[in-house]
């Protein structure tokens, strides 16, 4: 029996009576644009209150989109057809709404009884036209908002998707065809004659992945669906269909080939529409979407080992590979440690079948410092063929893997460095030990997150840390080596951090320079560094666009309002880990973020188009398809034309804390033999002693100015000694040797 609807049953006439005042359109008139040609893609209804008649394509119980900012955790989709079809795609006949309501005390709610809505129900929607990355999005008013007019109106089998050519979505790059996708966006659709050629984990225990047609244009096959959710997947739609709460999907191997692959296409915005996201995705909603016909060869559990070779290493590359219908012709492993020449000149040399599945080929040693890049081939009886890393068919320099020679350890620029086409460190799931100075630290006047940043390359040189309770105590332009696990997070490379050691040496370090309006600019370069958006010609950047919303607002060098080639600031909004900007930066989006996302510690500047300043300093950050800036304080505004206060922060940026901590702080004898003294000149320290693996041998937490440490009973060697001044907060690092 279906599940009845008491809400919309009971509140049929005063739903539809107090939507009388909104204009009843179509949702092929809310799908029109303003102007496809000059890629704008915007609803010409955009912020508009609406009402229009549907048909529910989507299940309510399929969606799976979880939200900590309403209630439930539960941001329910629908995707809805105009009547006008009855089922038959046709083209701008599909949207997507969301049904959610602020209620009166101000907290986001589910509209009761969305998620029971079945496909081919007929209902009546008053919403709001947004957009969210470009994606047309119809947000509920209020828990009258929709109205059940027919239950069932529709068949199932009325409903028939509309077989699209990937080429009318995106190109072989991925980059939206706004001026053909448009007309399918949210609509049910089916892609035929697809092969998958990157699988994509992301989220612990989600995955995506890129499916190309004969041509070489890409399709993200996304999982805003509980059909693509897997077995660890628990769900967060209390409607959900799955009788387990989880979900149930297993991703597809590379090279698996889809005859019929079926879904709703959204719009994640990128190539001329701007942004950096997917293009358009399609998001199957059923298991029966995934029609598989004759597979080619699949490639996994692919690794270099050593993992960090010295110059006398020889590395073994090893992958497993195997055809589910047949057999594996030939294996060639392409590679070279000239990084000179691209992927696609690289010499080739046969791997050799070792065991089972498993193929096998030693990379003769190469001198420190060598980037050896690599990508394997395989063939199979029937003369399909793969690579690894999966890369658009047709491209001239496939994708790769790499390592890095190092006599003397690794370097952040290993684990940041990818050519494999996601961004995605080749160390993810390792442990790794790095060092590096301190940009951004966990202090007043400074960032949420810490920052380090290695001072002998230019890109590829910054990474986020994950703190332990340890990090809250590093300070600026410090300089440690951290232990920790290599962590991607919605595409933002972090070290997920075990323990660290604070070492002797400080060092500031200078922003390098980026234009912000510069449109080929590769920004992964320069993820997690501290980069300075510039002028390259040596004058003003400009306010382009002063919200983008959630506390965003855009830089460029063109002044004029809402320039297209501009890049993005995030500041005054702290929420989890999709805002995590400092709340010591004056210049903010809206005057919202005063109070709202933490409260703002620095006198409010609200951003205008009339602004401009010599540069921004900050930290590189990526978030919901955007990289952006992340000003530390105010010190990092430089010369803005409105005055701003640097009065609340008491220590400039190019000032190491440590400098000021050393300074009234006095460690003797050094070297020792049975004890040594901390003695502070007028602030009470607490100290820890660790060894060079980061584990404490000592410590003391006592309100003192001096302290005597007994290190009679330890062994020989060089030991580091943290202090913390316990009423401020600073600290500093020092090296004691100890002997007997």
Known sequence: MRRL?????????????????????????INQVIDLQACNDSSIYLGDTVRFRAHVVTDGGLSEVASGSVQGGN????????????????????????????????????????????????VEVTAVVEEYQNNTQLTTIDVNSVTLLA???????????????????????????????????????????????????????????????????????????????????????????????????????????????????????????????????INPFDSTHYEVGASAPSIANVFSFPVVPSSSDSVLISADIADADGTIDSV???????????????????????????????????????????????????????VFPASPAGFSDPYFNHYTVRDNGLRIFDIQYSGNGT????????QVTV???ITSARRDCDLEYVHLQDPNDTIYAGITLIPNQDLDNVYRDQEIQVTGTVQETFGVTYLNVDNYVGLENSQTIMPTPIDPSDPNLNKEMYEGMLISYQNPNGGKIFVSNPN??????????????????????????????????????????????????????????????????????????????????????????????????????????????????????????????????????????????????????LSSADDALMHNVNVSNLTAGVYILHTTETKTGLSSSHKVVVGH
């Not at 599945?357 to 063939?379: F, H, K, M, N």
């Open 423 to 430: 961004g995605s460190s080749v160390f993810e799931g390792q």
């Open 5 to 29: 609807l008491p809400l919309f049953a009971g509140l049929l006439m005063s739903g539809m009576l107090s939507a009388q005042s909104y204009p009843l359109v179509t949702i092929q008139q």
């Open 151 to 281: 239950s069932g109106d529709l068949l199932p089998s009325a409903f028939v998707p509309k077989v699209v050519p990937v080429s009318d979505l995106n190109d072989n790059q991925r980059v939206n065809n706004v001026q053909a996708g448009e007309y399918w966006q949210n609509s049910f659709v089916d892609l035929q004659n697809v092969t998958v050629v990157q699988v994509i984990p992301f989220s612990g225990n989600r995955v995506s992945f890129n499916v190309a047609d004969a041509n070489g244009n890409v399709v993200n096959v996304s999982d805003r669906f509980l059909a693509q959710r897997t077995p660890s997947h628990t769900t967060v739609n209390p409607n959900s269909p799955s009788a387990t709460g989880t979900g149930s999907f297993v991703a597809p191997s590379v090279g698996t080939f889809y005859t019929s692959l079926k879904g709703i296409i959204r719009h994640s915005g990128n190539g001329c529409t701007g942004g950096t996201g997917r293009g358009y995705e």
């Open 548 to 697: 983008n919303g959630f506390g965003e607002y855009s830089l460029a060098t063109d002044a004029s309002f809402g320039s297209s080639q501009s890049s993005r600031v995030l500041a005054g909004r702290q929420s989890g880990t999709s805002a995590t900007s400092s709340l010591y930066v004056s210049l903010i989006s809206d005057s919202l973020y005063v109070t709202s996302g933490g409260n703002l510690m620095v006198p409010a500047i609200i951003a205008d188009g009339t602004m401009d300043m010599d540069a921004m300093h900050g930290i590189l950050w990526y978030s919901f398809g955007n990289y952006k800036l992340l000003p530390r304080n105010n010190f990092d505004i430089i010369n803005l034309s409105t005055p701003v206060d640097t009065s609340g922060c008491n220590v400039p940026t190019n000032v190491g804390i440590n400098e000021i901590a050393a300074a009234e702080l006095a460690i003797y004898p050094n070297p020792a033999n049975a004890t040594f003294t901390i003695e502070s000149a007028n602030a009470s320290v607490a100290y820890r002693l660790m060894d060079l693996n980061g584990r404490v041998i």
């Open 332 to 386: 060639q492993l392409f590679w070279s440690a000239n990084t000179a020449i691209g992927s696609g000149s690289f010499g080739s040399v046969n791997m050799s079948l070792s065991s089972g599945t498993t193929y096998e080929y030693y990379v003769p040693a190469q001198a420190d410092g060598s980037l050896v890049r690599y990508w394997i081939r395989a063939v199979d009886n029937d003369g399909s063929a793969v």
């Open 435 to 437: 060092r590096g100075f």
């Open 75 to 122: 941001r329910p989709f629908i995707y809805m057809m105009d009547t006008a079809t009855n089922g038959v795609v046709d083209s701008l006949s599909g949207i997507e709404v969301m049904g959610v309501y602020t209620d009166a005390q101000g907290a986001l709610q589910p509209i009761p009884g969305f998620t029971a809505l079945f496909q081919g129900d007929k």
